[in-house]
């Protein structure tokens, strides 16, 4: 999957928005979403919150998760733990993007929201590296890493396949090629080696 792919993955996630419309239910594939009442508050995909909020059809309120002591207290936690820790969303910051390029005026603190998920963000993305980093210089076969987001694990999948596929190769001629001696013969013609 490319980024693009994931974000529609994210964006089936379901965010509240108080709409200003009056509508019945919707039944989509994925299955019904209303009915709306103007001003009363209803559970719909992103997606869908996103363009009603493009029409100006809708207020959208944050996430449960997208408040600023909550960030704070999950960034502090991923900075002091060695391991990955759970996010409160599989897609974090697919919805925050998403949520805050068009609704930034809906959600209080917008800046601070979107300074603390872009600093989430980073420190697993470090952690991330650093852990490949080990786990390629260890010629490990396989790792298990807990708590990685959809976007996290597609930002490395490029590298990794290729860089496990160049380590099997770099073993697999160890252990075929028998181990080189070098003879140094003098005979006639000139100087050669032996293996």
Not at 15 to 35: A, C, W
Not at 123 to 139: C, G
């Amino acid at each position: 999957m490319d980024p693009s792919e994931v974000e529609f993955l994210g964006e089936k996630e379901l965010v509240t928005i108080v709409p200003n419309f009056s509508f019945d239910t919707i039944h989509l594939i994925s299955g019904s979403i209303g009915p709306f009442r103007a001003g009363l508050p209803a559970q719909v995909p992103i997606w869908l919150a996103v363009n009603l909020k493009q029409q100006q059809k809708c207020r959208i309120l944050g996430q449960d998760w997208m408040n600023t002591d909550d960030l704070n207290e999950v960034k502090e936690e991923e900075k002091l733990s060695k391991l990955f820790t759970k996010m409160p969303s599989n897609h974090f910051m697919d919805e925050a993007q998403l949520l805050l390029s068009v609704a930034s005026d809906d959600i209080s603190d917008a800046d601070r929201i979107r300074t603390a998920v872009k600093d989430i963000w980073d420190i697993r993305m470090s952690k991330l590296r650093t852990s490949i980093d080990a786990f390629l210089k260890s010629e490990g076969l396989h790792a298990k890493l807990d708590h990685l987001t959809a976007m996290e694990i597609n930002s490395v999948r490029p590298l990794l396949p290729h860089a496990l596929d160049q380590m099997l190769r770099i073993q697999s001629e160890r252990q075929q090629s028998p181990k080189i001696q070098k003879v140094r013969k003098t005979d006639t013609i000139g100087t050669y080696y032996c293996l």
